[in-house]
């Protein structure tokens, strides 16, 4: 039986642990209420995308979202990094998975697209949990129309993302900013990559990035401007646009998330990402993703609680503190 905490505010929040323990009941992300179970307005819908045909390597992000709910078991009610208490300030459901076509990766982005539709009829923000990074495109586009302007985009990765194509394909995980791009969907004066490192193709990657509009911050920035002077660059070039976070897990060190498909050396800590994120606190944030957790290569759920700790600091940056 699930025993819901309901604080003063009437919102539905986590299980209640000293009740029903951890390792016990559903596995909804932090043990949360399904979206079934709520029936008035939901401020923020926690959804899954498990698909990931369109991997250029290692397969198996498609159990991302099982295996990162699995993994947040013991995120607690109270924040003390943002000084929250994002499910009791906010109510955050469960909203399951989207289901999309495996063998198809034009009908699942038009599935996760419609998916998203729907559930931002409903929520006010979504954060998706995936899945391959082709998922941002649908997902950007469903905002798109939603707010009918463009879209500054933070996207924390170790990679560009923004190729053209691979095998003649031009919707793979390696794509999707170029294609959300070349659509006007992003924001070309003020979206950002962050933690880019390892090797590129050739210097055109570089070039043609910057065409498509965002400044990057490498790894390596973190060396000489600090956490510090990241976050102020973030907050100079974004001032008050509306924001999108997507945040590919390989933006950290594989020590710090061996469990994704394209790993890289030389990448931030799980601390430092945190930090870096807390740091957002201010920006008009649209929504989130987070991706490329494959659990077949993870150890001792190293790279889910990563993912699920930057989920419950995502949700923390949406809540006033007191």
Same mark, same amino acid.
């Given at each position: 039986?699930?025993?819901?905490?309901?604080?003063?505010?009437? &919102?539905?929040?986590?299980?209640? $642990?000293?009740?029903?323990?951890?390792?016990?009941?559903?596995?909804?992300?932090a043990?949360?209420?399904?979206?079934? @179970?709520?029936?008035?307005?939901?401020?923020?819908? %926690?959804?899954?995308?498990?698909?990931?045909?369109?991997?250029?390597?290692?397969?198996?992000?498609?159990?991302?979202?099982?295996? !990162?709910? =699995?993994?947040? /078991?013991?995120?607690?009610?109270?924040?003390?990094?943002?000084?929250?208490?994002?499910?009791?300030q906010?109510?955050?459901?469960?909203?399951?998975?989207? $289901?999309?076509?495996p063998?198809?990766?034009?009908?699942?982005? $038009?599935?996760?697209?419609?998916?998203?539709? =729907?559930?931002?009829?409903?929520?006010? &923000?979504?954060?998706? !949990?995936?899945?391959?990074?082709? %998922?941002? *495109?649908? *997902?950007?586009?469903?905002?798109?129309?939603? %707010?009918?302007e463009?879209?500054?985009?933070?996207?924390?990765?170790?990679?560009?993302d923004? #190729?053209?194509?691979?095998?003649?394909?031009?919707?793979?995980?390696? +794509?999707?900013?170029?294609?959300?791009?070349?659509?006007?969907?992003?924001?070309? @004066?003020?979206?950002?990559?962050?933690?880019?490192?390892?090797?590129?193709?050739?210097?055109?990657?570089?070039?043609e990035?910057?065409?498509?509009?965002?400044?990057?911050? +490498?790894?390596?920035?973190l060396?000489? =401007?600090?956490?510090?002077? !990241?976050?102020? /660059?973030?907050?100079?070039?974004?001032?008050? &646009?509306?924001?999108?976070?997507?945040?590919?897990?390989?933006?950290?060190d594989?020590?710090?998330?061996?469990? +994704?498909?394209?790993?890289?050396a030389?990448? #931030?800590?799980?601390?430092?990402?945190l930090? %870096?994120?807390?740091?957002?606190?201010?920006?008009?944030?649209?929504?989130?993703?987070?991706? @490329?957790?494959?659990?077949a290569?993870?150890?001792?759920?190293?790279?889910?609680?990563?993912?699920?700790?930057?989920?419950?600091?995502? *949700?923390? *940056?949406?809540?006033p503190?007191?």
């Amino acid at each position: 039986m699930q025993i819901p905490r309901i604080n003063s505010l009437g &919102k539905i929040g986590q299980v209640d $642990a000293t009740q029903v323990p951890r390792f016990a009941g559903f596995g909804t992300f932090a043990r949360l209420p399904q979206a079934s @179970e709520v029936t008035g307005d939901v401020d923020v819908a %926690i959804v899954g995308v498990p698909f990931d045909a369109g991997v250029s390597f290692r397969p198996g992000a498609r159990f991302g979202p099982a295996h !990162i709910r =699995e993994s947040s /078991r013991l995120l607690r009610p109270f924040n003390p990094g943002q000084n929250v208490s994002p499910f009791a300030q906010l109510q955050v459901v469960d909203a399951g998975d989207i $289901a999309v076509n495996p063998f198809s990766i034009e009908e699942a982005v $038009a599935g996760i697209y419609s998916g998203a539709r =729907e559930l931002l009829e409903r929520a006010g &923000k979504l954060l998706t !949990i995936g899945g391959d990074h082709t %998922i941002a *495109l649908p *997902l950007l586009r469903s905002l798109h129309d939603k %707010i009918k302007e463009p879209i500054t985009v933070l996207h924390f990765d170790a990679h560009l993302d923004t #190729w053209d194509t691979y095998f003649g394909a031009n919707l793979t995980h390696g +794509t999707p900013f170029r294609r959300a791009s070349e659509e006007g969907i992003i924001d070309k @004066e003020s979206s950002m990559h962050l933690g880019i490192r390892g090797p590129l193709y050739s210097t055109s990657d570089l070039s043609e990035d910057s065409v498509l509009g965002f400044q990057i911050v +490498t790894s390596d920035h973190l060396d000489s =401007e600090g956490s510090s002077g !990241i976050i102020q /660059r973030i907050h100079s070039r974004v001032g008050n &646009k509306p924001v999108y976070i997507s945040l590919d897990i390989d933006v950290l060190d594989p020590a710090f998330a061996p469990g +994704t498909g394209t790993p890289e050396a030389g990448g #931030w800590s799980s601390r430092e990402l945190l930090r %870096i994120l807390r740091g957002l606190r201010g920006l008009d944030i649209l929504g989130f993703d987070v991706v @490329e957790v494959a659990p077949a290569y993870d150890n001792a759920q190293i790279t889910g609680v990563a993912a699920s700790h930057v989920i419950y600091d995502m *949700l923390s *940056l949406l809540c006033p503190q007191s």
